[in-house]
Every structure is written in structure tokens, then in C-alpha cells.
């Protein structure tokens, strides 16, 4: 079982950034996908972007062009950097470790960073 911990939610205002950062307890090289999922309040959760062991990205649309998913094998973190944040990207992020690629069914979860976005 692989533990995952969030760390660099935070207010921002509209327009803001911040890079949230996943530490995982293994080493992360074999692990076939990581990503970030978000689940905002009344609202299910859903994937925001994801990285493959080689390297392929995957976004939402949603935070296409906003967002970058990028992995450091070496030090078993992930990180998303989120940029140009709008009111409706407000939820909690969560980090996700799929050793498999089976899905978000199968694998591990962190307990999650709050990101809000208000003025």
C-alpha cells in the first residue's frame, strides 16, 4: 500500500497560482500512472490530470493550458503546478497512485489538500 501525502493548498485569489506537491512512501518509477483528482462540494470527484510512468500527460479540459502534472522519480513526488486559478477550480485535490493502470478504483489515495479560490 502506498501512502500519499498533499501538501500546498491555500486561498488564492482569482488568477493566482500554486504548486501543490504528493510525496509517496515507495519508490514511485514503477508506478504506472499518478495523478490529481479534485472533488469540490456536492460535486463527484473527478481527475484533473495524470502522468503515466513514461512521462504522458493527461488533463481535464477544464485545465488544459492552466495546469501541469509533472513527476521526480528520484525524489517519489508529484506535483501540480496551477496557474491562471479561477473561482470554480475550488475543491479538494487529491493525489492518486495507480501502480497498475487500473483506474481510480484500484490503487491508493492521499487525504487530500483544500484549494480555494476567492477574492
Known amino acids: 500500500q502506498v501512502q500519499l501525502v498533499e501538501s500546498g493548498g491555500g486561498l488564492v485569489q482569482p488568477g493566482g497560482s500554486l504548486r501543490l506537491s504528493c510525496a509517496a512512501s515507495v519508490r514511485i518509477v514503477s508506478i504506472a500512472a499518478m495523478g490529481w483528482y479534485r472533488q469540490a462540494p456536492g460535486k463527484q470527484r473527478e481527475l484533473v490530470a495524470a502522468?503515466?510512468?513514461?512521462?504522458?500527460?493527461n488533463y481535464a479540459d477544464s485545465v488544459k493550458g492552466r495546469f501541469t502534472i509533472s513527476r521526480d522519480n528520484a525524489k517519489n513526488m508529484v506535483y501540480l503546478y496551477t496557474n491562471s486559478l479561477k473561482p470554480e477550480d475550488t475543491a479538494v485535490y487529491y493525489c492518486?497512485?495507480?501502480?497498475?493502470?487500473?483506474?481510480?478504483?484500484?490503487?491508493?489515495w492521499g487525504q487530500g489538500t483544500q484549494v480555494t479560490v476567492s477574492s
Open positions: 502522468i503515466t510512468s513514461g512521462g504522458k500527460t
Open positions: 492518486h497512485a495507480d501502480p497498475y493502470g487500473r483506474g481510480p478504483n484500484f490503487g491508493s
